[in-house]
């Protein structure tokens, strides 16, 4: 209420009250003609192409704060109760000015906390340039990924998983400014991270959604100069089987092998069943088809497409698959399967099966190809093994011969998933087949 209408208001109040004569039973009407205090230390967070966080220190009434008026480029558009809030529908590379007053039940209003004038990220994508622990830097990542509901995942279109290829291409021929633009319209970046806790430092490649993320297809990590240039390394289901994405990254480090892939929600994230066959008690108490943001039974995933570019323009590339799993009386610590029941040329199961065993004599396994009774846990419905085996039709088709060029490796969580003691293990027994 101006300070005019409160005049009015105050002069109607004695002029009635005059008319009616001396009433000493009446009490004096109180008018709160008193405003909040301003709202203070107004500060921003979050900035994205469209969007932003406020956040103040409350305002302080003689009665009470009822609202806070948040004005953009001098305008009142929004109130809210709270102490903080979320503005979107901003656009890109735009420059914009905020300030906020607050105002009690009468419609008194504060004079205005500080002003921040603030700049919207561009459209304009580049490289960005970190440094640290790769291993730190990931579990970050690995701790935000969303759960098991929510639908966070969305399908990627045909158009997007091709530009997508593109994306993966260039990152293979190491031309990263072609790689830049590219990943930006697909709301992802390339970060140049150099780890500074290996001597020398290694410079690493992550393909990974920006801030804002819209899609969670997953994060996609390279070397610039690997040691062990054909070992890929997969960890999909990091949210489900506790520490392989943790995992994954410590052994893809300490190898300084080709890339690793972890995924992007966890595996039960969305409701929508995958078109593939196969079921699990994964997501629900029964039996179900898997689900659509389950990278290793979906075949229309950049998870998947990733793995074909690498498969194909890679020579002689291995694809490790690490995975959990909680183990019965029956079970032995490590399920080992390549996909099939046949023994490759090559045979890395068996031989990471002897290196495990040389960290490890405590071990117990299965190998499915060469335990033939055993059916727990072999992997046989897994997207990427069907692909890299020859499937005619990896979302429905088992593979009958091998390439011997993936793994599935199932682990007990205590003897090699538990923490570092047990990462160790599995990295130095990769490093002593593959290096």
Sequence with gaps: MNNFKQFIFVFLVMFFSSCGGSDDSMPEPVIDITPPTAPTNLQVDNITKTSLDLTWVASTDNVGVTAYILYKNGINFVATT????????????????????????????????????????NDNPVLVKTTGNIETYMESFISGVPGDSGNSYKKPTSNQLAKWSVVINEILDQNVSEAVLKSSELNYQINEFTDTTITPNQVFYILEEKSDKENHWGLYLFSKTPTISNLVIQAPHIKNDINTGQQAVYCFKNNLAKA???????????????????????????????????????????????????????????????????????????????????????????????????????????LAHLDTEWTRLIGFTNIQSRFINGSSNPCSISATATTGRFIHIEQEKSKLRDDQDGWLKMSNALKSVFE
């Design 260 to 366: 690793v892939f972890l995924n992007g929600t966890h595996r039960c994230n969305h409701s929508e069943f995958s078109p593939c066959d196969g079921t699990t008690s994964t997501c629900n108490s029964g039996y179900q088809s898997y689900r659509i943001s389950d990278m290793a039974h979906n075949i229309n995933t950049v998870f998947q497409k990733t793995t074909e570019i690498l498969y194909e323009n890679i020579s002689n590339s291995v694809f490790i698959q690490l995975h959990g799993f909680g183990k019965n009386d029956t079970d032995p610590y490590v399920i080992m399967s390549n996909g099939t029941r046949e023994t490759p040329t090559i045979d890395y199961a068996f031989q990471i099966k002897e290196a495990l065993m040389n960290e490890d004599n405590s071990l117990t396994f299965k």
């Design 82 to 121: 709270s102490t903080s809030f979320n503005i979107t529908g901003l656009d890109a590379d735009a420059n914009y000015n905020f300030k906020i007053s607050a105002k009690d039940a009468v419609g008194n209003e504060s004079g205005f906390s500080n002003e921040l004038n603030i700049t919207t990220e």
